[in-house]
């Protein structure tokens, strides 16, 4: 459709709209997990707010009937959370991704639709960092607003923990700044500090940045299989111990296609210099493992350091577990590489192999900071956790009976890790992953508490009582 024909609602609209029978359409729809792909009716790159309310004033009034939005930023959301299948796409991703520094603030104002790249590299330029994400090309915006963590959550708490303020347009089209100290909906500022996709689209957020050293301590450590026990015991000794809150660690099942066998990674975090470093994680290398990747790295090359492990246009599933384990288990990470093992040897032999690639990661944060914040400041974002699980499952093509084979064996191979044998430390549910099969409503006052999600039931009912931002984890309306 040309711009002559857009619909009269749209005509003042400044940025770019892109229908079915544009040629830019395929990347328009394109997402980082290509089985979250949908065909969107309209995909509209909005430049400025006042844009944003046309769209949603066209999707919601000028449609009949009305169509349903989806908001997209990294488009990294692999249930299609930031895609419409036949509804109406509020793309952020084209023009409100710059992000600006105030170093003498130490304030960065961060686009609703960019990327961590680009607020690591800004940041490092006055040799600042907020809290991001692990893998750079994920969207500033999904992660925040799901709370987010990251290498720096040990000492700077959640990304929301650094978020001061957030511009927001509503379904009616209004657009408010957000803020604990504004008088402007203080309760929704609290609200959007891990419900945050359930109320409107944000077109900025501003993150409180912290002095960050340019190099610190990081990379991996390969261990076979067969030495689990001995890496499972050093971590969990290290855990106990209580590390600082500069280290992170994460324990990686992952293939390796050289040897054709399932190995185990130990990634360190230190944010400190190497010599340091080797210093709090020398239990772990004087394991002597069979290769020793650990090196002294500048932190923003850090956050790129996963990308390619987690390219573009695949099928993706990834399950996030809150394990509520204290540990990590050597007879539930046995089980996976069992299975896995034995899955990767019966795909070799099929006449059109899935080539499954599956990483079990445990990972190892500490909570301390996060969880000194009580939820009523912090936002409704789950605190109560003591570590946390991600199965990370994709595979060569998006095919339906290939996709549908591949579910069924990560499915298996999640039920070997999850029924391993637990050294719980903790009373409560085995993982919040399996409270998630109860109906939405106990799922979600499981996932947030029975209190918070009243006064989140309250907001929706305020602010968004038509569910029209109903994408991710939508909060129920009576
Ligand atoms: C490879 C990979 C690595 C990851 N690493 C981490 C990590 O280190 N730490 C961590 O906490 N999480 C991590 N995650 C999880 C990640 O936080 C979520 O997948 C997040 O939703 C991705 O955000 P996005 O903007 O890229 O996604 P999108 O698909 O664009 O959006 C996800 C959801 O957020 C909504 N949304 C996005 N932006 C806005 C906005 N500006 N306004 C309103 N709604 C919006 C969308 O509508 C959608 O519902 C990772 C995920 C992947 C795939």
Known sequence: MTQNSRPSTLQSFQGDLVYPNDPSYPSA???????????AALVSFPKTTSDISLVLDYALHQSKPPLPIAVKCGGHSASGASSSEGGVVIDLSRYFSEVRVDPEAKLA????GAIWATVDEKTAEYGLATVAGVVNHTGVGGLTLGGGFGYLTGEHGLVIDNLVQATITLQTGQTLT???KSDESP??????????????????????LNPQRKDVYAGVMVFPIDRVEEVCQVANAWWDNGPSEKERLFINLVWNEDMSEVVLQVAPFYNGSEADGRQVFNAFLELNPTQDLTTSLPYIKLNAALNDQFPHGRPYIPTGFQTHRAQANPESIRNAAKLYKRHQEQDSKLARPIKLNVSVIHEYTPWAKVSSIPDSEGGPFPRNRVNNGLLMATWAENEKEINLKAREMVNEIRNAFLDGKTNQKSEGPKTIEKDFRQ????????????ENYQRLKTLKKTYDPK????????????
């Open 29 to 39: 729809i394109a997402r980082w997990a290509s089985n979250a792909e949908r065909q």
């Open 109 to 112: 104002y961060v686009g609703g």
């Open 178 to 180: 957000l803020s604990s």
């Open 187 to 208: 309760d929704l500022f609290w609200g959007i500090r891990g419900a945050g996709s359930n109320f409107g689209v944000v077109s900025e957020f501003v993150f409180r």
């Open 439 to 450: 109906s939405p409503a106990s799922r979600l006052e499981g996932l947030y508490g029975v």
């Open 467 to 478: 569910n029209v931002f109903c994408s991710w984890l939508p909060i129920e309306i009576d």
